[in-house]
């Protein structure tokens, strides 16, 4: 009996440390970023004028608007044959090691990481631009711009990561938790473009899961913010925003960072809500 309870132990320790090791892998530290970037792709996940401006050298450009198809709804991703011929013509494969960074806010690399990973990228990480961290760290920064050659990427989407609005309404219903990522004001339709809500929504700022730097809270930091508005690893949580690009980061947070098992994101998000079910807006 004693060496099945020894086992047992070991085996929720290992379990323990393989989470934890999980949840460090999800960002790259400045500080760390010359060992992690060695055969690495470094993504550069905002516009294409400021990457023109300043950019980490040898990384290219991703731009998180070129992921969206054109129509009334704004922001919905473009289909997975699509994106994959758009990641592939960039360079990049499914087993590719990928270190995405952004302005500093943590929308726009978090909004391509989730995209990547949705569509089978297996090796994807967060490096946050933190300019007092990188001048210590000395990662050297370029207006020349980089390329790399075509490579096949191939479309594995990981369905479970995204919610329809059928599911989003289900939720809405009592079937899950639907987390609202916007700032209060837009939540109750006091902010401009926002008449408000989806029905039955708890308002959680994305902003809520990050530092004052701007940089990912730690597992238990994460855990306590999540607590605090009523979430728990074991329920259905489905985030959303405006176009889920905020989504996307309380998705990392809950999923990549927490361990949460079963969250989602609404890629159509309150703009489809608006344009397809407006009666499900509330204030």
């Not at 609005?165 to 809405?172: C, D, L, N, R």
């Amino acid at each position: 009996m004693k060496k099945v309870k020894k086992i047992i132990s070991t085996f929720i320790l290992t379990a323990i440390l393989a989470g934890t090791i999980m949840a460090q892998d999800v960002t790259v530290e400045a500080s760390d970023f010359k060992n992690a970037s060695k055969n690495a792709i470094v993504v550069d996940a905002y516009t294409a004028s400021n990457y023109a401006r300043m950019h980490i050298q040898d990384a290219i450009n991703i731009p998180h608007k070129e992921l969206y198809k054109e129509g009334e709804i704004e922001g919905l991703l473009k289909d997975p044959a699509t994106l994959a011929k758009y990641f592939g013509e960039k360079g990049l494969t499914n087993d590719a090691k990928i270190i995405i960074y952004d302005d500093g806010s943590q929308k726009y690399n978090s909004r391509v990481y989730w995209t990547l990973k949705y569509m089978g990228a297996n090796n994807v990480h967060l490096l946050h631009k933190d300019m007092d961290d990188w001048r210590k760290a000395r990662i050297r920064l370029t207006r020349r711009p980089a390329s790399l050659k075509a490579a096949t990427f191939t479309a594995d989407v990981q369905a479970g990561m995204m919610a329809d609005m059928a599911e989003a309404i289900a939720a809405s219903n009592g079937n899950g938790i639907l987390v609202d990522a916007r700032t209060a004001g837009e939540f109750a339709g006091k902010e401009k473009d926002s008449k408000g809500h989806i029905k039955n929504a708890v308002n959680i700022n994305y902003e809520l899961f990050l530092d004052e730097s701007g940089a990912y809270k730690s597992k238990d930091e994460i855990m306590q913010v999540a607590s605090s508005k009523g979430l728990s690893p074991e329920k259905k949580i489905i985030a959303y925003c405006t176009s889920s690009i905020r989504a996307s980061v309380i998705y990392i947070a809950l999923a990549e960072i927490a361990g949460f098992e079963n969250v989602k994101v609404y890629d159509g998000a309150y703009n489809e809500i608006v344009a397809k079910k407006p009666e499900m807006i509330v204030k």
